[in-house]
T-cell receptor, first 112, second 113 residues
Framework: KAGVTQTPRYLIKTRGQQVTLSCSPI?????VSWYQQTPGQGLQFLFE???????NKGNFPGRFSGRQFSNSRSEMNVSTLELGDSALYLC???????????FGPGTRLTVL | GESVGLHLPTLSVQEGDNSIINCAYS??????FIWYKQESGKGPQFIID?????DKRQGQRVTVLLNKTVKHLSLQIAATQPGDSAVYFC????????????FGQGTRLTINP
C-alpha cells in the first residue's frame, strides 16, 4: 500500500507570493492533518480535514488555509508569504476512528 | 496551555546499550500518546503508542512507559543500533477523537560505535 505522498518536495518562493502544497493520503484514510516543522518551534499543528470539512485548527494566521477533496486528497495554501514561513510542511493521514497518524516526507518551503 | 516537552535535547549512547528518552506533558485530559522517530530528510515515523488507561506498552525493542501521576512519558530502546540514530518526538493527542497532536521539541539520539 502506498504511503502518504506530498508534492512538491521542495519549493522556493519569494516574500509576498502564495504557495499551494498537495497531499495524497493513504488509500482509505479520510483524515488529513497538516503540520509545520521549524527548528525554532518544532512541529506545530496547522489544521485537520475530514470528509472535506475542517475539523480542527491550530494557532496560525488566516494566511494559512486548506481544503480537502472528495477523494480525501488535501491542499494547503499560504498567501502573502513571509520569511518566517520557511519550514518543512508535513501532512499526515489516518483512518476514521483511529488516532494513529502516518506522515508523508514533507514539502520543504524556502521563502527568500 | 497545552504543551509537551522533552527533558534532554540530545542523547548519546554506545551501540548495544539501552537508551531512555523522556517527555513531560501538561494536559491531564490527553488520552493518547505517541512516539515518533524522524530521520534526516524524512517525515516522522510511528514507533509506538499508548493510551491513557495503560502504564506500559512493549513493541519490538521499544517500550513506552506512562506515568499519569507526574505526567511523564518515556521511550526505552533496547540494544541500540546505528539505525536508531534519529530525532525522537513524543506527541500528545489533546482532544480525544480528534487528530490534533501536540509534539515535544524532540531529542536527538546518537549511537556511538
Amino acid at each position: 500500500k502506498a504511503g502518504v505522498t506530498q508534492t512538491p518536495r521542495y519549493l522556493i518562493k519569494t516574500r509576498g507570493q502564495q504557495v499551494t502544497l498537495s497531499c495524497s493520503p493513504i488509500s482509505g484514510h479520510r483524515s488529513v492533518s497538516w503540520y509545520q516543522q521549524t527548528p525554532g518551534q518544532g512541529l506545530q499543528f496547522l489544521f485537520e480535514y475530514f470528509s472535506e470539512t475542517q475539523r480542527n485548527k491550530g494557532n496560525f494566521p488566516g494566511r494559512f488555509s486548506g481544503r480537502q477533496f472528495s477523494n480525501s486528497r488535501s491542499e494547503m495554501n499560504v498567501s502573502t508569504l513571509e520569511l518566517g514561513d520557511s519550514a518543512l510542511y508535513l501532512c499526515a493521514s489516518s483512518k476514521a476512528g483511529s488516532n494513529e497518524q502516518f506522515f508523508g516526507p514533507g514539502t520543504r518551503l524556502t521563502v527568500l | 496551555g497545552e504543551s509537551v516537552g522533552l527533558h534532554l535535547p540530545t542523547l548519546s549512547v554506545q551501540e548495544g546499550d539501552n537508551s531512555i528518552i523522556n517527555c513531560a506533558y501538561s494536559n491531564s485530559a490527553s488520552d493518547y500518546f505517541i512516539w515518533y522517530k524522524q530521520e534526516s530528510g524524512k517525515g516522522p515515523q510511528f514507533i509506538i503508542d499508548i493510551r491513557s488507561n495503560m502504564d506500559k506498552r512493549q513493541g519490538q525493542r521499544v517500550t513506552v512507559l506512562l506515568n499519569k501521576t507526574v505526567k511523564h512519558l518515556s521511550l526505552q530502546i533496547a540494544a541500540t543500533q546505528p539505525g536508531d540514530s534519529a530525532v525522537y518526538f513524543c506527541a500528545e493527542n489533546i482532544f480525544p477523537g480528534a487528530q490534533k497532536l501536540v509534539f515535544g521539541q524532540g531529542t536527538r539520539l546518537t549511537i556511538n560505535p
